[in-house]
């Protein structure tokens, strides 16, 4: 009888181990993406700015085990040349969503939000995630809510990801709760009570 309750003390043990390893390693994950994001705010040029941006949220979405493909160029069939370029696909919940990341000093308008969509579109059963740094412009939105009646499109802010990082909130709580919102209430862009 002593040696079965040794036997689960020391499973119990094990497991409490194992919980506070899992949680150290998703708190250092966390932290690593907080530097990764706040060093972006430093870059002056926009572009390369822009392009740091794609290596941290892909980092973002593998940190909470979301399958992704990283930014990739379409060329076309006759020699066009590169036809489309994808920030990221990844899939959530077995639906695949194409990811189109801007960092502009205006809030994104109706052609930038456009342009994603029409990507989308050309997929057929894909669904559109667009983060932006500057936000949308009212138009904007309102587009991406004319297009929920052929796909789904979800709006994000990057301000909302950088203020989870800082709660230690979980992303893909708020990625379902967006999704449900776009899909359910045709809200391309809602924001949750901080």
Request: overall charge positive.
């Amino acid at each position: 009888m002593q040696i079965e309750e040794q036997r689960q003390r020391t499973e119990r043990l094990n497991e409490r181990k194992a919980t506070i390893e899992k949680e150290t390693k998703r708190l250092a994950e966390l932290e690593s993406l907080k530097k990764q994001f706040f060093a972006l705010f430093s870059e002056s040029n926009p572009s390369r700015r822009g392009k740091l941006l794609e290596p941290v949220l892909n980092n973002l979405f593998q940190s909470h085990n979301i399958l992704i493909k990283e930014a990739f160029s379409v060329s076309g069939n006759n020699a066009e040349g590169i036809v489309e370029q994808i920030d990221g696909v990844i899939k959530f919940e077995g639906q695949y969503y194409l990811v189109e990341m801007k960092w502009k000093k205006e809030p994104l308008g109706v052609p930038e939000v456009s342009e994603h969509m029409v990507r989308v579109y050309h997929r057929g059963q894909s669904r559109g995630l667009f983060i932006s740094a500057s936000g949308y412009t009212d138009p904007a939105v309102s587009t991406c809510r004319d297009g929920l009646k052929k796909s789904v499109f979800v709006l994000f802010d990057l301000q909302e990801i950088v203020m989870l990082l800082e709660r230690g909130d979980c992303f893909i709580d708020l990625l379902r709760k967006k999704i449900d919102a776009a899909f359910t209430h045709k809200n391309p862009f809602y924001q949750p009570p901080i």
